[in-house]
Nanobody, 123 residues
Framework: VQLQASGGGLVQAGGSLRLSCAASGRTFTNYAMAWFRQAPGKEREFVAA????????GYADSVKGRFTISRDNAKNTVYLQMSSLKPEDTAVYYC?????????????????WGTGTLVTVSS
């Protein structure tokens, strides 16, 4: 699976942004999808996940209630709607795919990783 993330940018604290991740190469519905992020000088961390057909989702505690993951299987795309953004959300965001569904992919090595998109939240 090839994954291409987009939608990052500069936003003020309290603002919103929507990230997209377009998939190609394999049957999209065979894969659970997730978003991760890596801030400068920090380890990569799990953000959100969605099951193969979107019936189940999972979130890191740090983003619960502010971020929403969704997918459009007709468009082979997964989204991350981010609201009430904080400066500590600043990071490169990556999408990833895995054959197996987990509510929390923290510390897990996904099958496929996409390119990153930079999100910068100014205070």
């Amino acid at each position: 699976v090839q994954l291409q993330a987009s939608g990052g940018g500069l936003v003020q604290a309290g603002g919103s942004l929507r990230l997209s991740c377009a998939a190609s190469g394999r049957t999209f519905t065979n894969y659970a999808m997730a978003w991760f992020r890596q801030a400068p000088g920090k380890e990569r961390e799990f953000v959100a996940a969605i099951s193969w057909r979107g019936g189940s989702t999972g979130y890191a505690d740090s983003v619960k209630g502010r971020f929403t993951i969704s997918r459009d299987n007709a468009k082979n795309t997964v989204y991350l709607q981010m609201s009430s953004l904080k400066p500590e959300d600043t990071a490169v965001y990556y999408c990833a795919a895995d054959l197996y569904w987990r509510e929390d992919y923290g510390g897990y090595e996904m099958d496929y990783w996409g390119t990153g998109t930079l999100v910068t939240v100014s205070s």
